[in-house]
């Protein structure tokens, strides 16, 4: 057995011999032939050990290299560098690098860098310097060339400027100076600010500078100033150089003076595309332009108006005092015309005494957009009509109108502007100074919308409008509160449905007193009930309007009716929409805190089909929120309604607001909105919108039923 024992551990030394003596055979072949030089000095300086590739690089062969001096192969100029170096690598105990240039045995020479660590050890007279060579000759050549490609580039016929890191010009090329004035002296130890025009924004440069801090690279044009104060346009490319340690180390900027380009460019364009005496669009820029308003109409599914106008009895103007005071009229109505309209609107001369204005995104609602583009028309007509001072006295001009409206490519663009131009011409036919729409059945319907308007106007003087209110029910089936709902009973139409007044009063000044009516309905309401049992608990909701919310009176006037009427505040609750929130929304945030001061509650109504982010509900001090009944009407049958209303249920939890289902008709609604977490209701599974006193029979009637 001992015989045995001693025959296992032999073989097992035997093993690890050959395992040894494999792992340095493979050690040598990767250093012998290794792409690098490995060289080992002693403290004198002598070459201990040497790979094959290093003796290569040294042209001699590995036997003669021992115990040289390696200062021998060093070029006689790099010699006292490499003597301090050599010193200072030995005194430390990090890994150090320089370049040099080296002599080989044969005469002739190479760029090498030296990487070099000193061996570990306390003996200090044992200690070696392990150096490892690398031929650099190539890439300081390539280095070099491309230094002589940057210095040929630099004198090109662009301007050149090169700044450090912090934009401090270090060095200017002629065509700087001579495109600037400022020569290099002037120019170095300046910042590029030195040719700023004030032309630029900040939010310009800060553009600028975020891109070149992360991307390293600009370019754009803008406009600077030279020496002698005029303004030139550049076209400017700009781009970061980084050092070794990956950081900026300097800027180059090139630019060409291209303000004679811009000239001739802008004066084409304005040739081609502007009318030369008031400078409007012309007809050829006016039709390219009508092209691209019916394509986004058809996009966004809104109407856009085209207003032809014809200015009355210009001609003799004209004929009278001179095309010079004609002129003059034309100026001073196109001006007119432009003060009418919104910015985005466009205002075209087609010559003579014609105009044409093209209305966009007017609304999805005929109607609507109808009534609008008459409002601007009537708007148009009446400034045209005020009298004009020209040379020899004054002068009244009016102006007949014919509307076109459009929506999508239902018709050419010439045809359009055809049908506006018959309708002008029905206009002139009518007496002048008139406005008219090309279709007729448009004018039937905007002529029965004004009578409506005058009906509306009328309705809260003759005690025509009532308060309905739509029942609020928690899970129990317990009526917590009610929903105010304007009712319009008009003595000849009968009762006036709510979507046909209220869009018209939210496009004229009506919703303001409609909606202070209805506060202070709600108002006296909440006072009477205050009184009953049965019904002191009910909250009252009232819509407010973004218009009404707006008005910078409107919290006063709010106080000032619940001080009139004797109600409860806590039992009012104020629902806005989310249109509200595309204003100013630090002004949103002051007035509603204003309100909850007074102890009002807030709900946003509509939730899900506005404006409103997380960020932006995290900033409003509401109390509860409510799920548009366009999400709960497809709840149980439409998975994306389902994920919306989960969502928003969801977010009232967290943000710790009470979250209401508006329009529930069905049971299934219900169960699925109590399955998601909604607890509070409004919708015909429970009642329809009642008046009062059947509202109170309704809570006495067994609500929960």
């Known amino acids: ?104 045995g044969d005469g002739t020479f190479f760029d090498a860098s030296l990487d070099c660590l000193r061996s570990s050890g306390d003996d200090a007279s044992m200690q070696t310097l392990r150096v ?22 630099f004198e090109s016929q662009e301007g050149m400027m090169v700044t450090d890191p912090n934009g401090v010009i270090i060095r200017v090329n002629r065509a700087f100076t001579q495109l600037t004035g400022y020569s290099a002296e002037e120019a170095i130890g300046h910042t590029p600010a030195l040719l700023n025009s004030g032309r630029q924004s900040k939010d310009f440069y800060r553009e600028m500078w975020e891109a070149l801090e992360d991307g390293g690279y600009w370019q754009g044009k803008l406009w600077n100033r030279s020496k002698n104060g005029e303004l030139f346009a550049e076209w400017l490319t700009i781009s970061a150089v980084s050092g070794p340690d990956g950081c900026t180390s300097h800027y180059v900027g090139a630019f060409s003076d291209i303000t004679r380009h811009l000239e001739a460019e802008a004066e084409i364009h304005r040739l081609a595309y502007f009318d030369a005496l008031t400078h409007l669009p012309n007809r050829r820029l006016l039709l390219d332009r009508i092209a691209q308003a019916m394509a986004g109409s058809a996009r966004s599914n809104t109407f856009g108006a085209v ?46 005494d014609e105009f044409v204005v093209m209305l966009l995104n007017l609304s999805t609602d005929a109607h609507e957009a109808a009534a609008h583009t008459r409002l601007v028309g009537e708007k148009i007509r009446e400034a045209l009509a005020q009298p004009y001072a020209l040379h020899g006295g004054d002068f009244h001009c009016t102006s007949s109108i014919g509307i076109s409206m459009f929506r999508n490519h239902d018709m050419p663009v010439d045809t359009l502007l055809k049908h506006a ?29 004004s009578a409506l308007e005058a009906d509306l106007r009328n309705a809260v003087r003759d005690g025509q409008l009532h308060a309905f209110y739509q029942p609020q029910l928690d899970d129990s089936g317990r009526v917590i509160g009610a929903e105010a709902l304007l009712r319009w009973q008009h003595p000849v139409r009968g009762m006036v449905l709510p979507g046909v007044f209220i869009p018209l009063a939210e496009a004229t000044d009506l919703i303001r007193p409609l909606g202070r009516w209805v ?84 709900s946003l109504d509509d939730f899900g089909t506005g404006f409103s982010s997380l960020s932006c509900l995290k900033r409003l001090p509401l109390d509860q929120i409510k799920v548009d009944q366009a999400f709960v009407r497809d709840l149980v049958i439409d998975p994306d309604d389902e994920t919306i209303v989960q969502a928003i249920v969801t977010m009232g939890r967290i943000l710790g607001l009470d979250v209401i289902a508006e329009g529930v008709e069905t049971i299934a609604q219900r169960d699925r909105l109590r399955e998601y977490g ?17 509202f109170e029979r309704f809570l006495c009637g067994g609500a929960g039923s």
């Open 132 to 153: 490892a060579i690398s031929d650099i000759t190539a890439r300081r050549q390539r280095n070099e060339e491309e230094r002589r490609i940057a210095a040929i580039a």
């Open 307 to 352: 207003l032809f106008l014809d200015l009355d009895n210009f001609k003799t103007l004209n004929d009278t005092r001179g095309h010079d005071v004609g002129d003059q009229l034309l100026l001073e109505a196109a001006q007119r015309i432009q003060e009418q309209v919104r910015e985005g609107d466009t205002v075209a001369r087609l010559g003579g």
């Open 421 to 449: 131009d018959l309708a002008m011409y029905e206009a002139k036919s009518s007496g002048r100074n008139a406005l008219r729409f090309f279709d007729p059945a448009m004018q039937t319907a905007l002529d029965e919308r």
């Open 678 to 694: 909604c607890l509070r209701y409004q919708g015909y599974l429970f009642a329809p919108p009642l008046a009062p006193d059947e």
């Open 1 to 104: 057995m001992h015989q045995l024992e001693l025959e296992m551990q032999n073989e097992a030394l035997v093993q690890a011999q050959i395992a040894l003596e494999e792992s340095r055979d493979r050690y040598l072949d990767l250093y012998e032939l290794a792409p690098i030089g490995y060289i080992t000095l002693t403290r004198s300086d002598q070459i201990s050990a040497i790979n094959l590739t290093g003796a290569n690089l040294l042209g001699e062969e590995r036997s003669k290299l021992l115990q040289r001096r390696f200062a021998r192969f060093i070029v006689p100029e790099d010699r006292d560098f490499w003597h301090r170096y050599f010193m200072q690598a030995l005194r430390q105990d990090s890994s150090s690098t320089c370049e040099l240039t080296l002599q080989r």
């Open 519 to 602: 506060l202070e309905s709600a108002c006296r309401q909440i006072r009477k009930w205050s009184a009953s049992e049965t019904t002191r608990h009910l909250t009252v909701a009232v819509n407010v309007s973004a218009r009404q919310f707006n008005q910078n009176d409107f919290v006063k006037e709010l106080a000032a009716i619940i001080a009139r009427t004797g109600a409860d505040p806590a039992r009012l609750k104020l629902e806005l929409t989310e249109s509200l929130l595309i204003e100013d929304i630090d002004d949103i945030v002051l007035r509603m805190q204003q309100i909850k001061a007074q102890g009002i509650s807030l």
